[in-house]
């Protein structure tokens, strides 16, 4: 066998090699990834019941219920399309709280609201962690 057959037949292997890796890498992912929606989005079309999906959007205004077992709320999740509603059981996150950005993990019922497993809070691009605006106040008040 030449060298000129020989290295072919190894960028061959690499080649299935690489595709067998990314086959399997892609297997692994369909059934652990979970898709973005927005209300909005969900209204339009809303995602297969019992699929894990995220569901992103503003906590809307006076809509944190807490319910009578004292680990669960009820909140609304609006993009100012659309809104829908959202159960949580757990601990909230201590930047959740209403007109703030939510991110819920869950799965969506046949009723059209959605029961989370998992809030993820988000703060807004003006937030500054307390030791940096400490630090940023104290330079100013040095400059002055």
């Given amino acids: 066998m ?3 057959h020989q290295r ?3 960028a061959a292997l690499a080649l299935v090699a690489v595709l ?3 086959g399997l890498a892609l297997s692994a992912l369909k059934d652990e990834a979970a898709f973005f929606y927005a209300p909005a989005d969900v209204a339009g079309k809303p995602p297969p019941l019992g699929k ?3 569901l992103g959007g503003m906590v809307a205004g006076g809509s944190i219920v807490p ?3 004292g680990v669960s709320i009820a909140f609304t999740v609006t993009d100012g399309k659309a809104q829908v509603p ?4 757990g601990i909230a996150p201590d930047l959740f ?3 703030s950005g939510v991110v819920a993990e869950g799965r969506f019922q046949p009723d059209g609201s959605f029961v989370a497993d998992n809030l993820l809070a988000k703060h807004d691009e003006r937030y500054m962690p307390p030791e940096m605006a400490g630090k940023m106040a104290a330079a100013k008040t040095l400059e002055q």
């Fill in 2 to 4: 030449k060298p000129k």
């Fill in 8 to 10: 072919l037949g190894l």
């Fill in 20 to 22: 067998g890796a990314s």
């Fill in 52 to 54: 894990a999906v995220r």
């Fill in 67 to 69: 319910q009578g077992d």
């Fill in 86 to 89: 959202v159960r949580f059981s």
């Fill in 97 to 99: 709280k209403e007109n």
